[in-house]
């Protein structure tokens, strides 16, 4: 089928879908092209001014298509505050000619085919920006220069999820744990969801899986109108939810109003990269983010960065001098880069008053 019935198609949603397929995440760049667009549909625009470079047939028309994609490029850095250099408009060139090549090896351009493609036969709900489930604080991502906030999010089990609590809390930590660590992380993320707060982690193990299990405690113990909802962020497509030994986890959280959460398309390879990404998302989603227990080289840390980037409220659990497993919380609290968290059952440092999850119909 020819690109003509995607070119007529004014979703945007299914836009916002391949333009995450064609950049493989979100990045500067194509958020640059999408604030130079002056439709309501930003993202279905720039599908159109890719496709039209992708369909010209003639030296005249694509130069032209070019033109326009660069003009639009151009003024979008210009209105998120920045100047577009000859630097950056040359890898502009470079990611516009790559992001074309991956919309031409698509099997199909029928817009219902591709939207049962990336949605996984209909297995996982797209969440946009103007959805009532799209949580505002994504927005705070645009203070970074070098990342942007997502296109869209991959949701499995329930979306109203995301916006069930107005200051959600992120939990994070290393994977590899001892008792201590788990047991502050669980209790804390049950005191949290017994108040009817949304607790946000990122589905490993170790500190990740002890504060989801701790959120599903609470469910168990008050019902879903009454406690607190978990969400999982994740560095690939949900069809990559990892780590296997955690599946259990991840069926849970789905079967208790939860959710697992990705802006990768499906299909996409959690690589390790992505997994530094994948932290300014549990960052950007929360009021205050805490570290349960890390050492000094501790993908939480990183997490941490992109908290005090954005003016998350920072706390770290402090822990014994001489265990390495604590060291990097400790010099959290040293630097004066987060401040000490010093009980898990008084929350009142952490979050705001006591509410119901507060569910959009």
Not at 119 to 134: C, D, E, F, H
Not at 193 to 201: D, I, K, P
Request: with cysteine.
């Amino acid at each position: 089928m020819s690109a003509k019935a995607l070119l007529q198609s004014d979703d945007e949603a299914l836009a916002r879908m391949l333009l995450t397929h064609c950049s493989e995440c979100a990045n500067a760049l194509m958020t640059s092209l999408l604030k130079g667009c002056d439709s309501e549909h930003p993202g279905v625009e720039a599908l159109r001014a890719l496709l039209m470079v992708a369909c010209a047939t003639t030296e005249q028309e694509q130069r032209r298509a070019r033109n326009t994609l660069e003009c639009m490029f151009i003024l979008g850095t210009a209105r998120w505050g920045r100047k577009a250099r000859s630097e950056g408009v040359a890898s502009f060139q470079l990611a516009s000619q790559r992001w074309i090549g991956r919309l031409l090896q698509l099997p199909t351009f029928d817009p219902d085919a591709l939207c049962a493609l990336f949605t996984g036969q209909g297995a996982y709900t797209v969440v946009i920006p103007g959805s009532p489930y799209w949580p505002e604080s994504l927005e705070d991502l645009d203070v970074r220069s070098d990342w942007a906030p997502p296109l869209a999010l991959w949701v499995q089990g329930d979306a109203t999820a995301l916006t069930s609590c107005d200051r959600p809390v992120s939990i994070v930590g290393s994977r590899g744990v001892n008792e201590y660590g788990r047991h502050v992380a669980r209790n804390l993320a049950c005191q949290t969801a017994l108040n009817g707060h949304l607790v946000v982690s990122g589905g490993a193990m170790g500190i990740d899986a002890a504060a989801h299990w701790g959120a599903l405690e609470a469910m168990n113990q008050l019902g879903a109108k009454v406690a607190g909802r978990t969400v999982a962020i994740f560095a690939g497509g949900l069809d990559h939810c990892g780590p296997t030994t955690n599946m259990r986890l991840f069926e849970q959280i789905c079967a208790q109003h939860g959710a697992l959460v990705s802006e990768c398309t499906p299909s996409t390879i959690p690589e390790p990269r992505r997994f530094l990404l994948r932290n300014r998302l549990i960052a950007a989603l929360a009021y205050s983010v805490v570290v349960a227990q890390a050492r000094l080289r501790s993908g939480a840390l990183n997490t941490a960065g992109w908290a005090n980037e954005m003016n998350r409220r920072l706390f770290a659990v402090p822990g014994e001098i001489t265990t390495p497993a604590h060291a990097g919380c400790n010099r959290l609290i040293a630097d004066q880069q987060a401040s000490l968290l010093s009980s898990t059952s008084d929350i009142e440092q952490l979050c705001h008053e006591t509410h119901a999850p507060s569910i959009r119909p």
